[in-house]
């Protein structure tokens, strides 16, 4: 990664100071107080992840078949869509073991990306 280049990020900026009257940083009013706005973030991501520990806890169960969660589906394809491809490439060989252990690796990715946002959204 390269180095940030102050002054030129600042000359960049210029344009877009807080007092500036076309300021893209100045609240709409329409939008919900932040308060609000956080509050609806953590209890959508608490769902989210309530979804992928019930996938979890399925999985565990002796299932391997992630197409009964498209939430938890779309979540993975979004986070570990590597684990995700293994699983699918282990199912077509016959590895249904080895898809059910990736399967549960990218939910346990999914979780930990989760839980990261959640205590994000509530710092």
Same mark, same amino acid.
């Given at each position: 990664?390269?180095? !940030? ?6 000359? =960049? !900026? ?5 007092? +500036?009257?076309? +300021? ?5 009013? $329409? ?14 991501? *608490?769902?989210? =992840? ?10 565990? $169960? $002796? ?15 979004? #986070?570990?869509?590597?684990? =995700? #491809?293994? #699983?699918?490439?282990? +199912? ?8 059910? *252990?990736?399967?549960? *690796? ?9 839980? $990261?946002?959640? *205590?994000? #959204?509530?710092?």
């Amino acid at each position: 990664m390269t180095a !940030l280049d102050g002054p030129a990020f600042a000359r =960049l !900026l210029a344009p877009f100071a807080p007092d +500036s009257a076309g +300021s893209p940083r100045t609240p709409m009013a $329409g939008w919900p107080a932040p308060g609000a706005r956080r509050a609806t973030a953590g209890r959508l991501l *608490e769902q989210w =992840l309530h979804a992928v520990m019930e996938a979890t806890g399925a999985l565990h $169960g $002796g299932g391997v078949n992630l197409s009964a969660y498209p939430l938890v589906l779309d979540l993975a394809h979004l #986070v570990s869509p590597r684990r =995700l #491809v293994d #699983v699918l490439r282990k +199912s077509r060989r016959g590895d249904l073991q080895g898809a059910g *252990e990736s399967a549960l *690796e990218a939910l346990d990715d999914c979780a930990r990306f989760l839980q $990261g946002l959640a *205590e994000k #959204v509530r710092a």
